[in-house]
């Protein structure tokens, strides 16, 4: 009996055991869900986001949109110069102011004055010579250059027309050459020219050139010359250099 006893004690520890670990654990677990319910849930910060990238185009001009006056200046700058000029029946000289309007377009302001003499006129011959003869064209012209894009800037050539009036001027031929002009007679008429030409060199403040332009100038009348010769037109062939500065 004795030994029964003992053996249902040591069963009722085991089972007493167990059921107060479990009601420890229960205990313990209840607690740890009572704590978590009551303590404030504080939300999980953002993360930080990345900066969004600019996927806008910036255009950037190969040139400023807007130019200053230096700029437009050095671009298309005004010019002025002089020139010489030899035809088929005198010589001469001029000047002329200038503006350029575009890589393609020049206008031009010039006056010359050259010397016009007969075809049979020659200076060894002087014994009929009657008047001096002065031809002094103002045309107002405009350049237009060619063949921009397959040529370099060193080689501008171009075609050229012109219109403007033109002095007819005669002075005696025997009297001294500056006082003579104190008798000089002139007349007005109207006259023009087209041409060809080209310019030369790369240098921005200074310009070099030559052209070919025929003039037309008819004179209503004659203009005498010598005592056998007239001039009745004063049209005629024109070589000219010139060389100008621009600003």
Known sequence: MRSKHIYNISLDSQLFAGFSCFLLFAILLTISISANAQSPITPAAP??????????????PSEPLIK??????????NMW????????????????LG?????????????DIGTAQGSREFDLIEVNKINRVFVIPVMVSMQYRVFREGLSDNLRPYISVGAGPVIAMTTPYNDDFFSSFGKAQAKVIPG????????????TKSSFGASLRYFIIPYPGAIQSTSTESLTSLSGLFLSVSYGYNF
């Open 47 to 60: 993360k930080p986001s990345a900066p969004s990238s600019d996927t806008a185009m910036i255009f950037q």
């Open 192 to 203: 023009g020219f087209a041409g060809i030409g080209a310019n030369f060199g790369n240098d």
């Open 99 to 111: 503006h350029t309007f575009s890589p393609d377009i020049t206008g031009l302001l010039t006056a």
């Open 68 to 77: 200053n006056a230096e700029q437009l200046a050095s671009e298309y700058p």
């Open 81 to 96: 110069g002089f020139d010489l000029s030899f035809s088929d029946y005198g010589f001469g000289g001029g000047l002329f």
